[in-house]
């Protein structure tokens, strides 16, 4: 599991906000100019002799240039297409209005100064070549070219667990040597990353999995395991929901209130991912899938555009739980997640009356265990077919829906949708026992829980394949 502390630090020599200013100066172009010359097409091997030839690249420490150009490859993973705006998109917005001088658009624009790990680096400590961590002394030495500079850490006595976590990374790195750490290093803080290679993998039921779907207020979960050839049943199930956090505060989007939001929005949905890991683990699922969602970004006004495209913590809350798999030993799976909810609520929310989107979990559970056999055929687009925009730009492409959209038009040859079943008009009772809310530790939580007991349900499934054949 990566594990990353972020602390503030205070440092007594007075030359040290120069050195650090230029360093992140000079390193923030060199990330810049990398991630703009993968986005042209050039090959990483050749990237670096690239950035030397350039004047970007001049003058700068090696190991520098190579951390800004492992920063480069990531946000190139993230976002191959280009597109990033250095300095954030409203930013951007605030400079071409003249909200924002040119001193701080500057400002806005650096990026921390980043120090890649090595573990067999030089020196008495391994780990990173320009940084030793010293938590005898609670400090960070960190080696600028030609003069070292200590960064003396601040931790409370409530940063017990952060005192522990960095000396036994201490530790290692001296004696082991085998963890290599990062250091990101701002004006006021300091971060330290590194990958934990602590606990023993554990893993489950190779039939039996927890499937995810996902929504701007809430997240449905169900335990689906597989009891045959295209037959499935549901072991449990559950929903998270938290449209208190998403609600329009009427305020303007630089007011602390909203940054407060955001702040809660994030923290919340991380102990969600971190309580769906318990549960993957307790019902004893090899795998966690969630739906593979590509949203084109649009401009465009209204409450469900703003729910999807200002307060969907969507790609925050997958990273948080991929990371948390890879301690659990779990692995994760993605699915085509076109019509899911439609069919999930069509065939499975009245047989096992189970409301949206406990459902629509189901239903992508069900396609992971059983996947619909393709046409490869289908998904070839029209030759001249050439998909615009209203302003002129091109539509992004679309993943491909497979043949769901034939499979939804067999179920439902005359109807256009499928009405959700809804939590509140689920008054039947449920097979396994009636919907509970638990008590919550943390009596300042903005999420509802709804649990059923655990138990079994009826087989379902259906062999798509099949139908789509006839």
């Known amino acids: 599991m990566h594990r990353t502390i972020s602390l503030p630090y205070v ?161 290692r790195s001296e004696a082991l040597r085998d963890v290599p750490f990062s250091v990101s290093v701002t004006e006021t803080t300091v971060a330290i990353g590194w990958k934990d290679p602590g ?58 209130k909203v940054a407060a939001q955001d702040n809660k929005r994030q923290h919340e949905l991380s102990i969600l991912a971190k309580r769906l890991v318990l549960i993957a683990r307790h019902c004893q699922a090899s795998w966690i899938v969630t739906e593979h969602l590509s949203l084109p970004f649009r401009s465009k006004k209204g409450k469900v555009n703003r729910l999807v495209n200002r307060c969907w913590y969507r790609t925050g809350f997958v990273q948080c739980l991929v990371r948390r798999l890879e301690e659990a030993g779990l692995r994760h799976g993605q699915v085509d997640p076109a019509y899911s909810s439609m069919i999930g609520n069509s065939l499975w929310a009245d047989l096992l009356k189970v409301p949206d989107p406990a459902c629509a979990a189901l239903e992508v559970g069900r396609r992971f265990l059983n996947p619909l056999a393709r046409d490869a055929q289908a998904s070839v687009p029209k030759p001249n077919a050439v998909h615009l925009w209203k302003d002129g730009r091109r539509v992004p492409e679309r993943r491909t829906l497979g043949r769901w959209s034939q499979v939804w038009k067999e179920l439902n040859k005359s109807a256009g949708d499928t009405p959700r079943r809804v939590r509140r008009r689920s008054r039947a009772d449920f097979p396994f026992g009636p919907p509970r809310r638990p008590s919550i530790r943390e009596t300042r939580s903005k999420v509802g829980f709804l649990d059923p007991r655990p138990g079994t349900s009826e087989p379902f499934g259906t062999n798509f394949s099949l139908l789509l054949a006839g």
Request: overall charge positive.
């Open 11 to 171: 440092v007594e020599d007075a030359g040290f906000a120069g050195v650090l200013s230029e360093l992140r100066r000079r390193q923030s172009r060199v990330i810049r100019s990398a991630y703009n010359r993968l986005v042209e097409g050039i090959a990483l091997k050749d990237l670096y002799q690239n950035l030397r030839a350039h004047a970007v690249g001049q003058g700068l420490h090696t190991w520098l240039l190579l951390s800004a150009m492992t920063k480069a490859k990531a946000l190139y993973q993230m976002r191959p297409e280009g597109g990033v705006v250095f300095g954030g998109k409203k930013g951007l917005i605030d400079r071409t209005r003249d909200k924002m001088d040119p001193a701080e658009w500057k400002k806005r624009r650096l990026a921390p100064l980043v120090i890649e790990g090595h573990a067999r680096s030089y020196g008495s400590q391994g780990g990173n070549h320009l940084a030793t961590l010293d938590m005898t002394n609670t400090r960070l030495v960190l080696h600028a070219p030609g003069r070292d500079f200590i960064l003396k850490l601040k931790l409370s006595c409530r940063s017990r667990e952060y005192r522990r976590r960095l000396e036994c990374l201490q530790a």
């Open 199 to 256: 606990t023993v993998s554990k893993t489950g039921r190779s039939d039996r999995v927890l499937a995810i779907d996902l929504n701007p207020n809430r997240i449905g979960w169900a335990v689906v395991e597989k009891i045959g050839d295209h037959r499935c049943r549901s072991v449990a199930w559950g929903l998270f929901e938290y449209p208190e956090l998403n609600r329009r505060l009427g305020l303007a989007s630089d007011d602390p």
